[in-house]
């Protein structure tokens, strides 16, 4: 009888432990029942805390496609993405939030079964000027190209949370604050505003602007580049800033149409260090800024800002020079995020600069 009045005392001295390392808004969530290695036990870093539920809304998807509707999250597969979340602070720094493992629904799956009825298909029929707008229950909006979604090396980066656990450093045993709701987000993404919570609705749209498009034009040059931020021509690029540091990116170039290109280097600047001075990071534009490139031919390619600006994976955009009346030139783009070449927009002749 002693001995069990002993062990009872020891049960409950640990569940009093346990309990006095939870924040205050743990108190009355029920971890989800899974395996958690609280002795390092396997090579693992991101099951060694309890992982919390978080509540999904009903999520419709409308706009350029054909069946509209509610989202059935029961038949999507759950996909796990690690972040360390930021947030710009009032002096224009960053802000660090936490570090987490989110299990959720990516948006990929999402909008797989989606079929598209683009607008501007008798211009325009390739889908990469296509983006999406999420929007949440509190009216905040945030952007995403189809090509961030559905072209990168690294797919299903885009979740909407159905479930978060922290990744709580050996040392110190930091305890970040949890998300009480289902959020949007985007583990490529350096500062986090786009992870914005509860999401209900998403939109899918192709960019407004018409381009004239005429096809297999050859020889193809154009000598500058013009930048619009909205209707109005905020610049000209007749030649690249001398200050900008010159990169190389080796790469397998394989086209989703046409199959493998080439193995060549490309050899160029990042376009976001010759677009900053017309597009400054703001929290407006990580959220939902839209950048639209065409080239003389009218083809043409839809970024989200922060695919461009905000990168935690260094898999950056490339502006190529070329020789001078090299057809397909003077500049051009190449997307070291993507696993094809269809975004590698040749004769770069505008750049137009937006918000959703």
């Known amino acids: 009888m002693k001995n069990l009045s002993f062990f009872f005392i020891i049960f409950i001295f640990m569940i009093s432990c346990n309990n006095s390392s939870k924040t205050t808004e743990e108190v009355g969530k029920r971890p989800l029942t899974q395996f958690i290695d609280t002795t390092d036990m396997t090579n693992n870093f991101y099951d060694n805390v309890e992982t919390y539920q978080l509540p999904v809304k009903d999520l419709y998807i409308d706009g350029e496609i054909t069946n509209p509707g509610k989202v059935d999250f029961s038949d999507l597969h759950v996909h796990s993405v ?3 979340e930021a947030l710009l602070d009032s002096a224009g720094g960053d802000r660090f939030v936490g570090a987490y493992r989110y299990d959720g629904y990516s948006l990929f799956d999402i909008l797989d079964k989606r079929i598209l009825k683009k607008s501007n298909s008798n211009e325009f029929r390739p889908i990469i000027d296509l983006y999406v707008e999420i929007e949440n229950d509190k009216g905040e909006k945030v952007v995403f190209s189809w ?19 922290r990744i709580v450093p050996s040392k110190t045993k930091e305890l970040w604050l949890l998300p009480a709701e289902s959020k949007m987000v985007d583990a490529s993404d350096l500062v986090t505003e786009r992870n914005i919570s509860s999401p209900v609705k998403i939109t899918v749209k192709s960019y407004s ?15 500058s580049m013009l930048i619009f931020s909205g209707p109005k021509k905020i610049g000209q690029v007749d030649a690249l800033p001398a200050n900008l540091n010159k990169i190389t990116f080796n790469t397998i170039f394989y086209g989703r149409g046409k199959g493998i290109h080439s193995t060549t280097p490309f050899k160029g600047v990042l376009l976001n260090d010759m677009l900053l001075k017309y597009y400054p990071v703001t929290r407006e534009n990580l959220k939902s800024g839209l950048i639209c490139i065409a080239g003389m031919d009218g083809y043409r390619s839809v970024f989200s800002y922060s695919e461009l600006f905000n990168r935690n994976d260094q898999q950056e955009f490339m502006l190529i020079t070329t020789k001078d009346k090299e057809d397909g030139g003077l500049y051009r783009i190449f997307a070291a995020a993507d696993f094809f070449s269809d975004r590698a927009i040749k004769s770069v002749s505008e750049i ?3 918000n959703e």
């Open 82 to 84: 690690i972040a360390k």
């Open 147 to 165: 090509g961030e979604i559905y072209y990168p090396n690294n797919l299903h980066k885009i979740l909407i949370a159905s479930s978060v656990s």
């Open 209 to 223: 602007h018409s381009f004239p498009v005429q096809k297999g034009m050859s020889p193809m040059f154009s000598s």
């Open 352 to 354: 137009h600069l937006s």
